[in-house]
């Protein structure tokens, strides 16, 4: 059973700091890519960041280049979203995906101005 559990949200001052991690587990984890996505109330799940498992290959949406970086860790099947200059337009629950439709039950950031 595929199966991602995140952690890490929280609240914090614009301009402060979060590291979202996502630990998978029930599939072969280096075949695949996983992604953060996000969820701000009354707006639609958006994209933020993904990574190959493989070869480390990442995406960023424009929203949060320079500002977010997106690492995993092979060994531990951790995906991490290191979160810096946070604004509260960040604000949102935060979500990680694997696969077609494979989501986690999510992990609440906000960000206070």
């Known amino acids: 059973e595929v199966q991602l559990v995140e952690s890490g949200g929280g609240l914090v001052q614009a301009g402060g700091s979060l590291t979202l991690s996502c630990v998978a587990s029930?599939?072969?984890?280096?075949?695949?890519?996983i992604g953060w996505f996000r969820q701000a109330p009354g707006k639609e799940r958006e994209a933020v960041s993904c990574i190959r498992l493989d070869d480390g290959i990442s995406y960023y949406a424009d929203s949060v280049k320079g500002r977010f970086t997106i690492s995993r860790d092979n060994a531990k099947k951790t995906v991490y979203l290191q979160m810096n200059s946070l604004k509260p337009e960040d604000t949102a629950v935060y979500y990680c995906n694997v696969g077609a439709g494979y989501w986690g039950q999510g992990t609440q950031v906000t960000v206070s101005s």
């Open positions: 029930g599939f072969t984890f280096d075949t695949y890519s």
